[in-house]
């Protein structure tokens, strides 16, 4: 299976949000389910809604936080992969 | 335990319904109908009408109803959040028994004046079990039944100069969660998400598949979490520990600028 973080990724348009302070309160419209995103995850979703490239978005978060790009990817995998299972993003 | 039931505005009206003892119809004239069955007694059919109905009736109108307690510290509100059967009026009534004034215990108006947020409550209520009725309230509290499902009893709350009838202005929320395991008073600053998230699980709605409503809480919710400080409470359930838990309360909101 292709690794997400190689994966070109979009924001469902079955949501609605509201951003609060740094972070996120993402309402899912067909469930009807919160979700918050803390600083790092909305920096995340701000360059998905951007359309910056996965890999891309990563290799930005490593240099800005000055952390490895192994551990950002690791982290950025298994926030993304939640946010697909919870039909917030959407794979393709 | 009751069960309730909302039918879908497909159906012209939305319905709210205890099992098959009570039912209110949300009319679209905002007009509603009460029907109940005879052997009901008229506390319980009350009961459900303002405290499940009407709090209801006015989130679908477009207010931001929490459900929450609260009093009056310094002509300022300070708001109690939590689950059920958490101790959000024991919490309220301890600081209404040392002279605090107020505000309510179960559904809150919050809204939006200028800058500020401001509460007003759907009612003045206080609803009690008796082991708290008798720790913390006078011995000479009159008190009423609720309802046929629930021990717990109404305090007779005289409408006087002490009960707030003017909006307040909101000075920090708290959401009262599980005692912790060391027994000790914990609070701790929620972040704004949090706060947002918090107020939304415990504001009331009357139909959540609604999805222009639920946008519009969100909203509601995000503008109180944004300006309101909020924290998280957890103390022991011992009356003993109130009087701890009422100071270290307020000497947070007092650091509050």
């Known amino acids: 299976m292709t690794d997400i973080l190689d994966r070109q990724l979009s924001c469902s348009d079955v949501i609605a949000e509201s951003s609060v302070g740094d972070e996120t309160v993402i309402l899912h419209l067909t469930n009807g389910t919160y979700y918050g995103l803390d600083a790092l995850g909305t920096r995340i979703w701000a360059m998905i809604k951007q359309g910056i490239a996965t890999p891309d978005i990563c290799?930005?978060?490593a240099d800005e936080f000055e952390i490895e790009l192994?551990?950002?990817?690791?982290?950025a995998r298994k926030f993304l992969i939640d946010l697909e299972a919870q039909g917030i993003l959407v794979v393709g | 335990m009751a069960t309730f039931y909302v039918a879908t505005e497909s159906a012209g009206f939305y319905?709210?319904?205890q099992g098959d003892e009570i039912c209110v119809d949300f009319l679209?004239?905002?007009?509603l109908e009460v029907r109940s069955a005879e052997h009901l007694a008229t506390y319980s059919v009350d009961h459900f009408v303002a405290d499940q109905a009407i709090p209801r009736a006015m989130a679908n109108e477009g207010m931001f109803v929490l459900h929450a307690g609260a009093v009056c510290v310094g002509s300022q509100a300070i708001l109690f959040m939590g689950e059920s059967g958490r101790g959000k009026s024991t919490l309220v009534a301890s600081f209404h028994a040392?002279?605090?004034?107020?505000?309510?215990?179960?559904?809150l108006v919050v809204s939006l004046s200028g800058s500020n947020h401001e509460v007003?409550?759907?009612?003045?209520?206080?609803?009690?079990?008796?082991?708290?009725?008798?720790?913390?309230?006078?011995?000479?509290?009159?008190?009423?039944?609720?309802?046929?499902?629930?021990?717990?009893?109404?305090i007779d709350i005289p409408l006087s100069l002490r009960t707030p009838a003017?909006?307040?202005?909101?000075?920090?929320?708290?959401?009262?969660?599980?005692?912790?395991?060391?027994a000790g008073i914990r609070i701790r600053r929620l972040s704004i998400a949090e706060t947002c998230m918090a107020a939304i699980e415990n504001s009331f709605s009357l139909d959540p598949s609604d999805v222009t409503r639920a946008q519009d809480q969100l909203a509601l919710a995000s503008a109180l979490a944004r300006q309101v400080p909020a924290f998280e409470l957890s103390y022991p359930r011992d009356f003993a520990r109130l009087p701890d838990v009422r100071n270290l309360i307020l000497k947070h909101v007092s650091q509050l600028n």
């Open chain 1, 59 to 61: 290799q930005l978060l």
């Open chain 1, 70 to 75: 192994t551990t950002i990817e690791s982290d």
């Open chain 2, 15 to 17: 319905r709210l319904m």
């Open chain 2, 28 to 31: 679209k004239d905002r007009h």
């Open chain 2, 98 to 107: 040392v002279g605090v004034d107020l505000i309510g215990d179960d559904a």
């Open chain 2, 120 to 154: 007003q409550a759907v009612y003045p209520s206080l609803r009690l079990f008796r082991d708290s009725i008798e720790a913390i309230m006078h011995t000479d509290v009159k008190t009423s039944a609720v309802t046929d499902l629930s021990s717990k009893r109404r």
């Open chain 2, 166 to 182: 003017a909006p307040l202005r909101v000075a920090a929320l708290f959401t009262i969660a599980e005692p912790a395991n060391d």
